[in-house]
């Protein structure tokens, strides 16, 4: 394995010691004071925390964390963010052949390509004047904030690889998603919660598979793997005590293993050994914070309309805006939220309306709230999918695309008000105009805004050293505040 | 059980003190100590400097080679002057190091490389000495190096040690005392297969004085069957094994007697070259044996996809891709993922060595997307759905199928035998018995077959508007004549003879006027559904319910990639079956009484039926198409009574069982049984095989890995070009066997140094260069080269033999040794990579869980076999789709199987294997990170399998004998989990918590309740709940011990 010796749990492992010197393991009986001090519950982020590896960071850093909202299917540019009139014009007409000759087709190979025009209207808003189109109402409230890319464009065609693509900048299993990056790099702000939180919901229809590898932590340690909160039972795995043990018995359990491993430790002197006392402490604290985290009765009842929250905890995706919001207070580092509804082959016109209904108002909502709580200027919220959708019809709907795709971000050093990208007129290619973003470049660019250089947040693995980026990647500079 | 002679060591530690001292002298004496510096070695000191700071542009690979200069070759290195040997300051590599310029520093600054002053200072001498270059050490051909000499030869078990120690008397450094022998033994147990010793076997062992007490232990673990499963799990990781095709939906595949020929293949200590040769070509030999066929499952374990919208060229891309980076990962210890784009650029290998590695697999029959589409047609699978398996697949016939089988039927013997001895062991028992059977013999008067057909049923469309016309004919045979209706719907009434029914028959039969078939449409098929309902008067009904349903005849119905057996819910029936009489028997849930003249009327769906009929019986039996009166039911029925043989009871007795209602809970327990044995499907099971083809995928060389780039060149299968070549006669286009031959090839310098490299990690924890994916350039140099070289020279000469292996290792002396962290050695060899202890190693994510299975005593020791559901949080598949998946956690004992056997989902792996560091199997791995996380405590402390082991373990606890205090069931705990005696400290800490686990148990009595129902086994009822609560507790402790799931 590229961390024989891992000098950060090392380290922290002789800190641990010290500590549990203090605490007095052994003695028995003794609770483990800072553990259960309740302050350690409250809202404000664990001022302890994982330090990162990354030290110092290579830049100031604009963003403290990362809020990604993905749109899992892959949303139409052409009824989002990317306003096409000669597309309508075409509508139904052959497409050029001189675009799409020798170009990567899904569902569409070997059929004849005819365009589709956007069946939606598009207005400018906010003083900056984005073009939106109306299956965004409350995103078009908020247009001033964001900063619309115009000009994404993948290397995968289909769902699987292309979230993997997405998420770890390789179709190779194995890698490191973003989330386990920045992680790693910047540690976490929280020792109560994982550092890296993901959770998925999906719509009525439009619904893809999304495979726990995307937010996997490849070759970095396990420990910096995204971590699942489920919508239904625990909010984690195995976060809730077993039937018959009520937080008390869970507590003095803990101190029992604990005691013991401390005697085991003082007789074969194993860091590894303080580590794993150390994740016991951890996984009591998840135990306690997560109910904490997932009880919304402090909400106010304007907060839950202002995202669209019909019941709270329900597991939509309203909910998990708000729940990201909360992560986000208590020092998580990256939290993504998959939406799976957007894989409109077929019934576009029925099924992106609800897909766009779904997530409209709380994506809006979040960075509304955000803002309000002052924490949008060091949060980073990106919303969008793994890529587009064809300019081409497909039936009643629309391919997947990978030469163009439209995402916002907001917040976290990014200028607000900004459209950054250019498509041609049919919203086909990315032009080459010095602007388009791939995403190896939006990697670059959320780890520039987060105070790292992707060419330096490095691990050796199998002989040579991977990053996020690979061998490519570079810092969109003009999104950049 | 007290373990009080634990610590004895395994040798007289008399002789170990003396030996130390000994060795100290020796030390003294040696020339290591005069201040010489140690000898430079290219490929252990400089090639790695080189590597990791210059070879990116000054190494193999052309396209990015600056200044045309490269270092890795002397002649080119020598010839720009880069190095002039004997004269480090007039080379410029070392001028570039020490320059203050930007422009002329190497490394350059904008790679962020540095070359440290100590490193530097090697180079310097390293040039001053000559500068001599060695071939990269594991690409040079494997000699057997002579062993060392040792100061202190008493050490030593053998030529391990020898090298061993030879390092660690050059760096002044004593190795540690033996491990004691509880430790010891739990050690070589959980190393060699998985599972701890019994305390028993510690006991004999500690007592055990023969000098050869060690060596008998080892050969009893190697002779063990759960050796294979143990070496099974590293190798499953390298070829990626797992159920299910990984990519978007996630389908199930049927592979699992790729698994069982793996563990039975190290069972039986199959040589290495022959499992290889299996794998990679079993189907080339000749004449090739079944489990040969089922080796080559390897060839199918890449990710497969049936997603819409996938392009099959770049599917077969990934998939060839993916071949090439398991082979050469597994083989060859060689990383060549980056030379699908581009060539190596620390290593010789070439982007086309990638790509012609690939073309080995072209004759591999596969699908880029296993499903036909509009846009992406694949004629062969025309009509496939989402439930389809991923073919090609062989049926095989399975081991533990089979006994599964024999034991269920068995079962189902021992309990018709027990029932009936209960049942006629009172006077309305016999009686009832005695009625039913004169009730056959009569009804067999009229009906010798067993099946009563009402030769005058009334019969009509229940969808009125049917085209078509219905005629009874003289036999209670029904015709049906005229335009075929679009979803027919027959309704058949028939009129029943007073007594039990217990089956219904559905016969399907050929007629003239259909051409001889019994449908009435040339090609194609139908799908039958039928429903039934017994009327006893005008205005009451009872529906009948079936549990099983079986047919002469069909065609498959998959569901989530597997076959369904049962016929209930759809009986598919293809026009290519139809020219021949067929049936299908419904057996009913549970046997109904019924008067004479009660109509049955029997709903039918189904298109286009020619002809058919519908009988009843009172005979039902295990299996549905036996039922009604065979000739060894009528034999047993005739029989005198007190003549019968045992199987003659048995066959009455069943038939008993199964068509009344006798004892319903009997019926229950013989319906889930004949569920189980169905299931067994007589030991045949569906895998993943290769079949070649001769349509072969041609491979070119894709442009930086570009799948739509034609441009580049078609490529013969080939070797790597700078290894040894196969040597094949002829000139014929070399094959896959010829492949698989070749990596196994005396002359291949990578295959065994890869292989005992691999194996040495499962045994210390490192490998001896501990990068075992990667022995290139980029890897790490051995600590031991000369001991990795014997070891790959004795697999070799040995016939591949793992065993002998693995006996060598466990044997040496630097095995036994105990693992116990030595402080001082801390900044000597902080990594112990010298070896002078044991390294400490948690176990693997499957140990884990075995470990406290076995401790608690509920582990299910079976060999082989489907994949099992241990519990799992619920709706953790709900991301999966195509088609949406359930998890049912397995119902039976079949939950307690090992984790090797845990069903291994590539998107959604169990949480409990995944948060314990194991791969999902999507892609090669051969090195397991072992991480401590909070997840892993979360799982131990309250994943259901864990809490009910430890429910289980506190019950064996309060069960065993003779112990009278909580201090001694305490100790028998530690004892139990940890083979060694408790420590005082231990003991009453534990008996401490235990007592307020008892008053808040005893207080909370409900909460108890709760707590001992965590799983599906049942608690105990005669242990007090309290007190079982709490020793409940007290396991989950021990069972959530560093230690428990450590080995020392």
């Known amino acids: 394995m590229s961390f024989p010796f891992d000098e950060q749990s090392f380290q922290q492992s002789i800190n641990r010691r010290s500590f549990l010197t203090r605490s007095a393991y052994g003695l028995g009986g003794l609770a483990l004071t800072s553990l259960f001090n309740p302050k350690r519950l409250a809202a404000a982020p664990d001022p302890r925390g994982i330090p990162g590896a990354i030290q110092p960071l290579h830049f100031p850093p604009k963003a403290k964390r990362v809020i990604h909202l993905c749109m899992a299917g892959g949303p139409s540019h052409l009824e989002s963010f990317d306003w096409k009139p000669k597309l309508k014009e075409l509508d139904n007409q052959p497409f050029p052949a001189s675009m799409t000759n020798g170009q990567q087709l899904a569902q569409l190979q070997n059929t004849p390509l005819k365009a589709r025009g956007p069946f939606v209207t598009f207005a400018k808003y906010g003083q900056s004047g984005q073009e939106i189109s109306n299956l965004f109402p409350h995103i078009a409230g908020i247009a001033d904030d964001l900063c619309i890319v115009r000009s994404m464009h993948t290397e995968q065609i289909n769902h699987d690889p292309a979230h993997a693509f997405m998420n770890s900048g390789s179709i190779i299993k194995g890698r490191p998603s973003m989330g386990s990056w920045l992680f790693y790099g910047l540690g976490a702000e929280t020792e109560n919660l994982p550092g890296f939180v993901v959770f998925t919901t999906q719509g009525k229809a439009g619904q ?54 401390g005697l085991l430790a ?74 799976r509804a957007w894989d409109h082959h077929g019934d576009i016109e029925k099924n992106m309306p609800e897909a766009a209904r779904d997530v409209d108002q709380a994506s809006a909502a979040l960075v509304q709230d955000l803002k309000q709580r002052g924490m949008l200027d060091d949060t980073l919220v990106i919303w969008g999918g793994e890529f587009g959708r064809t300019p081409m019809g497909q039936g009643s709907g629309r391919d997947h695309h990978i030469k163009a795709f439209s995402i916002w971000m907001a917040g976290g050093g990014v200028k607000p008000g900004t459209t950054w990208g250019n498509t041609d007129e049919l919203g086909y290619s990315y032009l080459e105009d010095g602007q388009d973003v791939d995403v190896h470049d939006l990697h670059a660019t959320m780890l520039k805004l987060c105070g790292i250089d992707h060419k330096q947040l490095t691990v050796r693995y199998q002989g040579r050293d991977f990053r996020l980026t690979d061998v490519h990647g570079r810092v969109i500079e003009g999104i950049c505040a | 059980m007290i373990l009080t002679r634990c610590f004895t060591p395994a040798r007289p530690s008399l002789t170990w003190r003396h030996t130390r001292i000994l060795m100290g002298l020796l030390a003294l004496a040696s020339p290591a100590l005069a201040g010489e510096s140690p000898a430079i070695h290219f490929n252990r000191d400089i090639r790695p400097i080189l590597a990791e700071n210059c070879f990116r542009c000054h190494g193999p690979e052309l396209k990015n080679r600056k200044a045309k200069l490269r270092l890795d070759v002397r002649e080119v290195a020598v010839e720009k002057a880069a190095i002039v040997p004997g004269q480090p300051e007039a080379s410029e590599l070392i001028q570039r190091l020490d320059s203050p310029d930007p422009e002329e520093h190497m490394p350059p600054p904008a790679s962020h490389k540095t070359v440290t002053p100590a490193q530097k200072d090697l180079l310097r001498r390293w040039i001053a000495a000559g500068a001599v270059y060695e071939p990269h050490w594991s690409y040079a051909p494997v000699q057997r190096p002579t062993l060392p000499p040792v100061a202190n030869p008493k050490w030593t078990q053998g030529a391990i040690d020898a090298f061993i120690l030879a390092r660690l008397e050059e760096a002044k450094i004593t190795p540690s005392a033996p491990a004691d022998r509880c430790t010891l033994l739990r050690r070589l147990a959980l190393d060699l297969t998985g599972l701890p010793p019994t305390p028993a076997e510690v006991e004999q062992f500690v007592k055990d004085r023969s000098p050869k007490a060690y060596a008998k232990q080892v050969e009893r673990l190697l002779a063990s069957p759960h050796y294979g499963e143990r070496m099974a799990v590293p190798w499953l990781d390298a070829v990626r094994f797992a159920d299910t095709v990984g990519y978007h939906g996630d389908q199930n595949q049927n592979v699992f007697p790729y698994r069982d020929y793996v563990i039975a293949s190290f069972n039986r200590n199959q040589p290495f070259d022959q499992f290889t040769i299996e794998q990679i070509a079993g189907d080339l030999l000749p004449n090739p ?73 072209g004759d591999v029959k596969q699908w880029g997307v296993y499903q036909d589409y509009g846009y992406t047609p694949n004629p062969e699978l025309a009509g496939w759905s989402n439930d389809h398996p991923f073919p090609p697949e062989l049926f095989v016939t399975n081991q533990y199928l089979l006994r599964r089988e024999a034991q269920l039927n068995a079962e189902v013997g021992q309990l018709v035998e027990a029932e009936m001895a209960a049942a006629t062991a009172t006077a309305p028992g016999r009686e009832s018995f005695q009625s039913w059977q004169s009730e056959i013999r009569n009804f067999l008067k009229t009906s010798p077959d067993g099946w009563h057909v009402d030769l005058q049923p009334t019969v009509k469309f229940a969808n009125s508007n049917s085209p078509a016309t219905l005629t009874v004919q003289p036999d209670g045979r029904i015709l049906c004549a005229g335009k075929i209706g679009k979803a027919d719907k027959f309704q058949v009434s028939v009129a029943l003879e007073a007594g039990w029914i217990s089956a219904v028959r559905l016969e399907l039969l050929p007629h003239p006027d259909h051409n001889h078939s019994s449908l009435r449409r040339e090609t194609g098929g139908t799908e039958i559904r039928l429903g039934a309902e017994v009327k006893p008067a ?33 009986w598919k029936l293809g026009t290519e079956s139809a020219t021949n009489r067929q049936s299908a028997v419904y057996l009913l849930d549970p046997p109904l009484a019924v008067a004479a003249g009660d109509i049955l009327e029997v709903n039918i769906e189904a298109d286009a039926l020619g002809c058919f009929r519908v009988a009843t019986s009172p005979l039902a039996t295990s299996s549905a198409l036996g039922s009604g009166a065979t000739p060894e039911f009528i034999q047993a029925l005739e029989c005198v009574p007190g003549r019968r043989t ?161 006996r060598l290792i466990v044997a040496s002396a630097a095995y036994q040794q105990d693992a116990t962290i030595r402080p001082e050695l801390r900044d000597l060899d902080p990594n112990n990579r010298l070896l002078a202890r044991q390294n400490p190693r948690r176990l693997e994510a499957e140990f884990v869980r075995d470990n406290a299975l076995w401790i608690a005593g509920l582990l299910d020791p079976e060999i082989g076999g489907p994949s099992a559901f241990p519990y799992q949080p619920a709706d953790y598949y709900a991301n999966i789709q195509f088609p949406n998946r359930d998890y049912l956690a397995s119902p039976d004992a079949r939950q307690y199987r090992r984790g090797v056997y845990s069903h291994w989902q590539r998107t959604f792996l169990h949480p409990m294997l995944a948060n314990f560091d194991a791969p999902a199997r999507e892609e090669c791995s051969v090195d397991r990170p072992v991480s401590i996380t909070p997840q892993q405590a979360l799982t131990l402390l309250n994943d259901p399998s864990f809490v009910e082991a430890a429910r289980a373990f506190a019950e064996k606890l309060l069960r065993a004998p003779k112990v009278k205090s909580d201090a001694a069931r305490v100790n028998l705990a530690m004892e139990t989990a940890l083979l060694r005696p408790a420590r005082k400290a231990e003991t009453a800490s534990l008996v401490q ?32 709940p309290a007190e079982y609560a709490a020793w409940t507790s007290l396991a989950r402790v021990v069972l959530n011990l560093h230690e428990t799931i450590t080995r020392y």
Not at chain 2, 318 to 330: E, I, L
Not at chain 2, 344 to 351: E, V
Not at chain 2, 999 to 1014: D, I
């Open chain 2, 289 to 361: 044996t079944e489990e040969q066929k089922i080796a080559t499952g390897f060839n199918r374990l890449n990710m497969m996809t049936r997603e819409g919208g996938a392009q099959p060229k770049e599917y077969l891309a990934k998939y060839a891709a993916d071949r090439v980076r398991t082979v050469s990962t597994t083989w060859l210890g060689s990383t060549m993922a980056c030379a699908e784009c581009h060539d190596h650029k620390y290593d010789p290998f070439t982007q086309r060595d990638f790509y012609s590695l690939a073309a080995f697999f």
């Open chain 1, 208 to 261: 893809q598979p999304v495979s726990s590898r995307q937010w996997s932590a490849g070759y970095l340690p396990g420990k910096y793997q995204g971590i699942q909160f489920q919508s239904k039972g625990d909010a984690v795995h195995y976060v809730g005590n077993p039937e018959g043990v009520c937080q008390s018995t869970q507590r003095q359990v803990i101190e029992e293993i604990n005691r013991l491993n």
């Open chain 2, 646 to 806: 045992r199987n003659q009871k048995q066959t009455l007795a069943s038939a008993w069982l199964h068509s009344t209602t006798q004892s319903l809970s009997t019926f229950a327990q013989l319906k889930a049984l004949n569920h189980e044995i169905l299931e067994c499907r007589h030991g045949i099971t569906p895998t993943l095989v290769t079949v070649a083809t001769t349509n072969r995928q041609l491979t070119r060389v894709l442009p930086r890995g570009n799948w739509q780039d034609e441009s580049g060149a078609i490529v013969a299968p080939a070797v790597p070009h700078f290894l040894p070549q196969p040597q094949v006669a002829g000139s014929n286009q070399l094959s896959r066997l010829d492949l698989a031959r070749w990596l196994v090839s005396r002359e291949n310098p990578l295959t065994a140094r890869a292989f005992v490299n691999r194996l040495w990690k499962q045994f210390f924890g490192n490998g001896l260069s501990n990068q075992p994916e990667e022995l290139g350039a980029q890897g790490e140099p051995p600590t031991h080269p000369e001991l990795l070289d014997w070891l790959a020279a004795e697999f070799m000469d040995s016939g591949w033999d793992i065993k002998h292996i693995v």
């Open chain 2, 538 to 570: 005008p205005g009451r009904t009872t529906k009948l319910q079936f549990y099983h349903a079986e047919a002469t005849s069909k065609r498959p119905i998959y569901e989530n990639g597997y076959e369904l057996l049962d016929v209930r819910r759809t």
């Open chain 2, 993 to 1024: 918590f235990l007592d307020g686990q008892r008053k808040y148990y005893a207080a909370n009595e409900a909460e108890a309740q709760k707590l001992l129902h965590v799983g599906r086994s049942a608690p105990a009822t005669v242990l007090p």
């Open chain 1, 266 to 339: 003082d007789e074969k002197l194993d860091p590894e050994i303080q580590t794993r006392i150390a994740q016991y402490e951890m996984a009591f604290r998840m135990q306690t914070s997560v109910p904490e985290l997932s009880d919304f009765s402090s909400e106010p009842k304007s907060t839950l309309e202002h995202y669209g929250i019909k019941r709270p905890g329900d597991g939509s995706f309203a909910s998990n805006c708000l729940m990201a919001r909360r992560l986000a207070e208590r020092g998580v580092r990256f939290i993504q939220l998959y939406h």
